[in-house]
């Protein structure tokens, strides 16, 4: 999927001179001091760009925008002192050469190294703000398809998802241990460490059925402010005999059904992390559970986990212990729910059979819904209300069209929808019951050379009401407008769309307001995927779309 990015623009940091900005640019530096969207819209509509910016007066910004004075008296505020930032010139360590300033610094020449470091602490003050603005959004991933060896590689700073429970048995629950100090650790510290986070997990596992994957390598810890939960780091490994003779502490840590645990627990998989940043090879340690009903059933398992003991120097096995999984943590099994627990052995062993039978892919279960929380709010705890929605969409199956009232909430500035029957029975005509929207065809956006963009969208009326652009004909059309093959499309329509979404995302629309979200729950025919390309083409910079499909297989 395409991860939506964004670096806010800063005043006091610009990344060219002023003078060089296009109006895009200009509208991204207005949203950034605060300026409401409605004015930055007005000025776009007039063209301003840097020169045009440097140029302006309290007078033009409310004559001609009709700006109230406090805004305009804000822009010219703001812009003078974003004027006055460019143009200072680096600080000389040189002495000025007026023999009286000279004096006067020999006479405070013991003052100076206070001072100069007191200007230097604030200098740093004002920047850390800037620079934390420029964190980027780390990007999600997928985590190597469950009990398989595929050629697969992680990318250093991405982030899996959530540690999580027991879901449905067969996809599996998933533990990070970032094993951050595994440098630092002696063979036989490392083995046992690894071992009893491995034993502890797979226990857990077992003893509730569910398949699991531990990781080795991923950050675990919610504290540690330079990353976030789940992000792949990787260990450097020096020995990988090291993790795979780990797995002999089976022998000593359960009394029975040692056979057992070994055919349950994968060897250890060692996928490499790449990092453009370093030549040291780090990997992440992963091990799969596999509980199969056809070796658990009817059994309870309990561990004498391995602890490493620094005041006697040797490992000591702890006490024999029932684990379970308890959400995403593997904890023991008290003694006033033993019983409990016991007893109910055969209904966990049922579900792990019925769930043998009808086997969810692993790999294509996420959470989903955080995944699409995150990108569409880009990590914060809402929608931001003066940003737009651009939705692709296809065909919808009546099942699907009662899950959709979280689009009904969004500011959706236009809709590109293959479904020629969506005003009759698809999702023009679930979200027509509550909004209002206008009907238009990729013809309605050819705009003449004597009109302007503003005469334009208010001829559409596109800031006032949804616009719903049917792409490939509209089966309710009065003036017949059926659909078309892909070949007359690509020779008739395909044009008339990349025109339409230049027009949208280059002069309606200014850079930054909008996001646009692929929402496709039908299979994908060529129209949707040269939509898809042109957005990249014409958005490439903006990196604003990102993908939901139904299946793998469609994306």
């Not at 976030?228 to 020995?239: Q, S």
């Not at 294509?364 to 209300?385: A, D, F, P, V």
């Not at 999702?427 to 302007?452: E, F, G, P, V, W």
């Not at 509209?474 to 395909?494: A, L, Q, V």
């Amino acid at each position: 999927m395409l991860k939506s990015f964004f670096f806010p623009f800063s005043a006091e940091q610009p990344h060219q001179s002023p003078r060089q900005w296009t109006e895009s640019e200009v509208s991204d530096w207005l949203r950034s001091i605060g300026v409401k969207e409605t004015y930055i819209q007005k000025l776009y509509e007039e063209e301003v760009d840097g020169q045009c910016l440097l140029a302006l007066d309290e007078h033009f910004l409310v004559t001609k925008v009709s700006m109230k004075s406090g805004p305009a008296n804000l822009i010219i505020k703001r812009r003078d002192e974003l004027i006055n930032f460019t143009q200072k010139p680096p600080e000389k360590s040189t002495c000025s050469s007026d023999q009286t300033n000279k004096k006067r610094n020999l006479g405070n020449k013991i003052d100076l190294p206070k001072q100069k470091a007191k200007e230097e602490e604030n200098v740093l003050q004002e920047k850390q703000p800037v620079v934390q603005q420029c964190v980027l959004t780390k990007e999600d991933c997928r985590a190597r398809p469950f009990d398989k060896d595929p050629d697969f590689i992680y990318v250093k700073h991405r982030v899996l998802q959530p540690e999580s429970g027991a879901f449905n048995l067969i996809n599996p629950c998933r533990e990070f241990k970032s094993l951050a100090n595994a440098s630092q650790l002696d063979n036989t510290r490392l083995r046992t460490k690894f071992a009893r986070e491995v034993l502890k997990f797979a226990t857990g596992c077992m003893n509730v059925r569910t398949n699991g994957t531990i990781h080795f390598g991923v950050m675990d810890s919610r504290e540690d402010a330079d990353y976030v939960h789940g992000e792949i780091i990787g260990i450097p490994i020096k020995d990988k005999d090291v993790f795979v003779d780990a797995l002999d502490f089976i022998e000593r840590s359960f009394s029975s059904d040692k056979e057992h645990i070994r055919q349950c627990v994968r060897p250890p998989r060692f996928i490499e992390v790449m990092d453009r940043t370093s030549v040291e090879k780090r990997y992440v340690v992963e091990v799969d559970i596999v509980p199969s009903i056809s070796i658990v059933r009817g059994k309870i398992y309990k561990v004498r986990l391995p602890n490493f003991k620094e005041s006697a120097n040797k490992v000591e096995f702890e006490k024999e212990t029932v684990l379970r999984r308890v959400g995403s943590k593997t904890e023991p099994v008290g003694d006033t729910d033993q019983l409990d627990f016991f007893q109910r052995i055969q209904d966990r062993d049922a579900q792990r059979e019925e769930a043998e039978k009808y086997p969810c892919d692993p790999e294509i279960y996420q959470n989903l819904g955080r995944k699409l929380t995150m990108l569409m709010t880009r990590g914060k705890k809402s929608i931001e209300k003066e940003k737009w929605f651009i939705l692709v969409t296809n065909k919808f199956k009546p099942e699907d069209l009662c899950h959709i009232d979280w689009l009904l909430n969004m500011n959706i500035f236009c809709v590109f929808d293959f479904d020629p029957d969506s005003n009759i029975s698809g999702l023009c005509s679930k979200y027509s019951q509550s909004h209002a929207a206008n009907m238009h065809s990729l013809q309605s956006y050819q705009i003449s050379r004597d009109t302007t963009i503003k005469e334009f969208t208010g001829k559409l009326l596109l800031f006032e009401q949804t616009s719903w652009i049917f792409c490939n004909g509209r089966s309710d059309f009065k003036g017949s407008e059926p659909p078309c093959d892909d070949i007359t499309w690509t020779n008739t329509k395909r044009p008339l769309l990349r025109e339409t979404i230049s027009l949208i995302c280059k002069h309606i629309l200014p850079k930054g307001t909008f996001q646009v979200i692929f929402l496709l729950t039908s299979p994908v025919e060529n129209p949707s995927f040269t939509l898809f390309m042109s957005f990249q083409q014409t958005c490439k910079a903006m990196k604003t779309s990102f993908a939901s499909v139904n299946q793998r297989k469609t994306f």
